[in-house]
């Protein structure tokens, strides 16, 4: 490779292969080479989903837990009438927040 494959593409080998094997030997190299980055986990907590690791999804989540690694809060824009609005997951989509003139 001519570059240094980050979390996304370790992550997309587990869901092309559904081999646990190789997830767990990404998972290791992972959370040795970036720990604190929450982006690591969720991907790999949910390629273990995709193949059936419910098992392996859970201790990822707990490890995450057990460092104290939170994921961020997702955030969306949509523009509706000509002004733009964003919203937080989970927010209540008839009650968008934040909205800007664009």
């Known amino acids: ?6 979390a996304v593409m370790w992550s997309s080998l587990c ?3 559904r081999n646990l094997t190789m997830a767990a030997r990404i998972c290791e190299h992972l ?3 970036r720990p604190w980055n ?4 969720v991907l790999l907590a949910n390629s273990y ?6 098992k392996e999804t859970l201790e990822t989540r707990e490890v995450m837990d057990m460092r104290r690694v939170r994921k961020s809060v997702g955030c969306s824009w949509v523009e509706i009438g000509g002004c733009m609005h964003s919203f937080l997951s989970g927010d ?8 800007v003139k664009s």
């Open 92 to 99: 209540n989509i008839l009650k968008l927040k934040g909205s």
């Open 15 to 17: 869901k092309v292969h």
């Open 1 to 6: 490779m001519l570059f240094e494959p980050d």
């Open 38 to 41: 929450p982006s690591n986990y």
């Open 31 to 33: 959370h040795t080479s």
């Open 49 to 54: 989903a995709f193949i059936g690791g419910w």
